[in-house]
């Protein structure tokens, strides 16, 4: 059984909110927007989407692993069933 690596979302949402304590405590509120869009594009457009669909047609055997396994929390079990091919 192959090793699979899982994607770096969790690890780039945080850096985002990271960016935006930065901000904040230099006075830059208004930057609040920046971790909200970042979150949603990761989350629910350009991510872990369009990253479980290339994984699923490249490598066939990667669908288990997506099917079973959250794609941002890693160390969670996916509460949610992936459509069917």
Known sequence: MAVHQAPNCLGEVAMWWGYFLIAGAAGGWWAFYSPIIMTLLIL???????????????????REYIERASAFFPWLPRRRRLPPD
């Open 44 to 62: 629910r457009v350009s991510g872990i989407t369009m990253l479980e669909e290339r994984q699923s047609q490249t490598k066939p055997e990667h």
